[in-house]
C-alpha cells in the first residue's frame, strides 16, 4: 500500500495527464447531464471514449520531457501546436465526435475538452515559465497582503463604476469620464472604509486579543469593534456625495443606526478572520521549515568536512606505501592522488555534480587502490546511464567502495574482485558495489559510512534506501535513490 501511495504520489508530481484527464470527467459528467441518464456505466462509457479520441494529446503530455530532450525546437512546438490547437478541429473535421454522439452533444464534448486541455495547457506553462522565474518571484514577494488587497479595491471599484454607468436602465449611463472616474474614487473610499475593520480584526484582535487572551475575549473584541465602529463608518460613507444621490449603499436613506449597516462589517470580519488564521499559519510554517533547511544545510556541511580528513588519511596511507617501497608508479600515483584531492576539495563542498564526474572520480579512485596494492582483481564496472549530466551529491558513492576495498580487498591473501554497478533513470538511480570477503566485516560503522547514511536522511529523506546483503564470502551494499 506504501508503494501505491509512493507511486501515486510520484506520479501525480511528475507530468500534467492528470490535469488534462480532470477535463475528460468533467466533459464525461457534461454528456451525462446533457442526456438525463445518471449511471455509471454510461459515464464510465463516455470517460473511456472521450479519452480514446484524444489519446494522442495525452500520450504527448505523458512523454513531454523525452519529446523535449528528443525533439529540436521547431518540430516540438509544431507537435504541441498540433495537439493543443488542430487537433480538436480536426476531430470535427474528420467527423470523429460521432463516436461520442451522432447529435450536436459529441462537438460540444470534443470543444469542452479541447478548450479545457488548451486552458489548462496554458496555465501549466506560465506556470513554469513565469512564476518560476526570479523577476516574477522578487515582483511577487514585494506586494504584501494589504498592499495586494488595496489594489483588488481599487480595480474593483473601477470594474463597478463602469457596470453601473453601463446599466440601460441607469439614467446617468452617458455621464463624462470625469463623472465615472469620481464614482470610482468614492467607491474606493468606502471599500477602505470597510477595508479598517479587517485591519483592526488582523493586526489587534487575532494578533493580540487571540494569540494572548484566547477565544473568548477575541468573541468579546469582535462585538465591541462593531458595535463601536460600525455607526461612524456609515455616518462616514453617507456623507460620499454618490451615495446620496444613488442607491449604491443601505445608508443612502439617512438611517445611519440601522442593522444593515452592521452586518456588512460583521460578516466581513468573520470571513476574513480564517484567511487571516491561515495565512500566519503558512508564514510560521515557512520559517519553521526555512529554519529547518538552514539546519539541514549546516549539519550537511559539517558532515563533508568529516568525509575530507576520512579520506585524505586513507590516500596519505596509499602514497606512504608506495614510498616505502620506492615504486617506478609513484610519481604517477602522486598525480593522481592530487587530482582526487582537488575533486574532494573543490567538488566536494559543491552541492552536486554530474554522474560524469563523479563516475570519473570512483574509477580513478579504483585505478590508484590496484597500482598500490599489486594484487591480482577482478574489477567490473558495469553502467546504464541515462543521462550522464543527472546532478548527484558530491562523494556519495565512494564511501561504499572504500569500505570494500578495506574489509574485503585488502585483507584478501586469495584473488579477490570488486563488481559495482551504476543504473539510472530520469526518476531513480541505483548503485551497487559486490565485493569479496575472506572474514566478516566489523559489525560497528565507521565514521563513512555512518556518515554517508545521515547524509542520505538530509538529502533524500523518504526517498532512499541502503541495503546490505553478507553471502558466505561475499558482501554487497545496494543504494536506491528517488531523484524526481
Not at 506586494?143 to 446599466?167: N, P
Not at 439614467?171 to 472616474?181: G, K, Q, W, Y
Not at 452592521?262 to 519553521?288: C, D, H, Y
Request: glycine share 4%.
Amino acid at each position: 500500500m506504501k508503494a501505491l501511495a509512493s507511486h501515486f504520489e510520484r506520479f501525480i508530481l511528475s507530468n500534467s495527464v492528470w490535469v488534462l484527464f480532470t477535463g475528460i470527467l468533467f466533459a464525461s459528467i457534461v454528456m451525462v447531464f446533457q442526456e438525463g441518464r445518471h449511471q455509471w456505466l454510461v459515464y464510465l462509457s463516455y470517460t473511456g471514449r472521450i479519452s480514446l479520441l484524444f489519446a494522442p494529446v495525452l500520450i504527448f503530455c505523458g512523454f513531454r520531457k523525452w519529446f523535449e530532450k528528443q525533439l529540436p525546437i521547431i518540430p516540438f512546438i509544431l507537435v504541441w501546436s498540433f495537439c493543443f490547437l488542430a487537433y480538436p478541429y480536426w476531430l470535427e473535421y474528420a467527423g470523429w465526435q460521432n463516436i461520442l454522439s451522432p447529435t450536436d452533444l459529441g462537438k460540444v464534448a470534443v470543444r469542452i475538452t479541447g478548450a479545457w486541455f488548451l486552458v489548462s495547457e496554458i496555465a501549466i506553462l506560465f506556470n513554469r515559465y513565469w512564476l518560476e522565474g526570479k523577476v516574477a518571484r522578487q515582483w511577487i514577494n514585494r506586494i504584501s497582503l494589504e498592499s495586494a488587497l488595496l489594489l483588488l479595491a481599487a480595480l474593483f471599484a473601477i470594474f463597478y463604476a463602469l457596470l453601473w454607468f453601463s446599466v440601460p436602465i441607469n439614467a446617468t449611463r452617458d455621464a463624462s469620464a470625469l463623472t465615472m472616474a469620481s464614482y470610482a474614487f468614492q467607491i474606493f473610499i468606502i471599500l477602505f472604509i470597510y477595508y479598517g475593520f479587517y485591519w483592526v480584526n488582523h493586526y489587534f484582535l487575532i494578533d493580540r486579543l487571540l494569540m494572548q487572551k484566547g477565544v473568548i475575549y477575541y468573541s468579546f473584541g469582535f462585538i465591541a469593534t462593531i458595535v463601536l465602529f460600525y455607526p461612524v463608518a456609515a455616518q462616514a460613507i453617507s456623507f460620499l456625495p454618490m451615495v446620496r444621490q444613488t442607491d449604491i449603499h443601505p445608508v443612502h436613506n439617512g438611517l445611519i443606526f440601522e442593522g444593515i449597516n452592521a452586518w456588512v462589517p460583521f460578516f466581513g470580519m468573520l470571513l476574513s478572520t480564517p484567511f487571516i488564521i491561515a495565512i500566519k499559519w503558512f508564514r510560521q510554517s515557512n520559517e519553521i521549515a526555512t529554519l529547518a533547511k538552514e539546519k539541514s544545510e549546516t549539519e550537511l556541511n559539517l558532515l563533508k568536512q568529516q568525509i575530507n580528513p576520512h579520506f585524505f588519511f586513507n590516500t596519505l596511507n596509499n602514497l606512504y606505501a608506495l614510498s616505502i617501497t620506492q615504486d617506478r608508479q609513484t610519481p604517477e600515483v602522486i598525480l593522481q592522488l592530487s587530482e582526487l584531492m582537488r575533486y574532494v576539495i573543490y567538488k566536494g563542498k559543491e552541492e552536486s555534480v554530474t554522474l560524469a564526474e563523479e563516475i570519473k572520480y570512483l574509477e580513478d579512485y579504483v585505478r590508484i587502490q590496484q597500482i598500490r596494492l599489486h594484487k591480482r582483481l577482478d574489477f567490473r564496472f558495469e553502467k546504464a546511464i541515462a543521462d550522464e549530466k543527472q546532478q548527484v551529491p558530491p562523494l556519495l558513492f565512494i564511501t561504499l567502495v572504500e569500505n570494500a576495498f578495506k574489509h574485503g580487498i585488502e585483507p584478501a591473501e586469495a584473488t579477490c574482485f570488486l563488481y559495482i554497478g551504476l543504473k539510472s533513470e530520469e526518476d531513480s538511480l541505483v548503485f551497487s558495489c559486490e565485493n569479496s570477503v575472506e572474514s566478516r566485516p566489523p559489525e560497528t560503522e565507521g565514521i563513512g559510512l555512518s556518515n554517508l547514511k545521515r547524509r542520505l536522511e538530509l538529502r533524500y529523506p523518504g526517498q532512499h534506501e541502503l541495503t546490505t546483503v553478507q553471502g558466505k564470502n561475499t558482501y554487497k551494499a545496494i543504494l536506491k535513490l528517488s531523484t524526481l
